[in-house]
């Protein structure tokens, strides 16, 4: 993919950014085996549970090529968790937007029912995450906040277009109603987790509790 460099206020530079040598095609190689790997036994063992030697050794490498590239186990446990709510957002993008004329009580069942059919397929490091974030530091817990302020903006501008379309009453928060259903969505995972929950049970229970909220919402 090609970069703009901008040089002035009417001049742009396409830059191409260089290919990777063979030595850095290994190295991201070898990143990528290790966060398969800790992906894997954080689902099966918890973070606890799962240690750097148990990581390399299911990815068939020495415990020094971990270190290469992760500080630690935390840092490895954040940049899983980050690669995958990078993923996640980029599914529920794409089925938000999939029909913008769509009502906004589809739109956000689209969105969620997508979150959470992307979580199912690997429920066991959902787990994992939620338990973690219950004992994570500040600085950890700072860094899943930047994530979860990703989906409030999704869903707030779902509802900003309800409003714009007259479904929606024009002196709402947006912001504060987006962060009920956030809040809404994330505890319906413990239901799954804990309470042996289905994919159609958690969809159809965000159903409900949108319908419940944009019955108070509406123009």
């Not at 501008?157 to 259903?181: F, P």
């Amino acid at each position: 993919m090609n970069h703009s460099e901008v040089r002035g206020p009417f001049e742009a530079v396409e830059v191409t950014p260089r290919p990777l040598n063979r030595r850095q095609q290994a190295k991201a190689r070898t990143r990528i085996k290790v966060m398969q790997a800790a992906r894997e036994l954080f689902g099966e063992l918890g973070y606890d549970g799962a240690t750097i030697r148990d990581i390399a050794k299911r990815a068939g490498m020495s415990t020094g090529a971990v270190f290469a590239n992760f500080t630690d186990k935390t840092d490895l446990f954040e940049a899983i968790y980050t690669e995958d709510a990078e993923t996640m957002m980029d599914v529920m993008r794409d089925a938000v937007g999939a029909d913008a004329t769509a009502s906004v009580s589809k739109r956000l069942s689209a969105l969620f029912s997508a979150g959470y059919g992307q979580s199912f397929n690997n429920l066991p490091m959902v787990r994992a995450v939620v338990v973690r974030s219950w004992l994570q530091g500040d600085d950890a817990e700072g860094r899943m906040r930047v994530q979860d302020r990703g989906l409030a903006n999704l869903i707030a501008e779902v509802l900003r277009d309800g409003v714009k379309a007259g479904e929606i009453k024009a002196d709402i928060d947006a912001r504060l109603a987006a962060e009920m259903l956030q809040s809404a969505y994330t505890r319906n995972y413990r239901h799954a987790l804990f309470d042996n929950g289905t994919l159609a049970q958690l969809s159809a229970r965000i159903d409900d509790q949108v319908a419940m909220l944009l019955n108070g919402l509406k123009a």
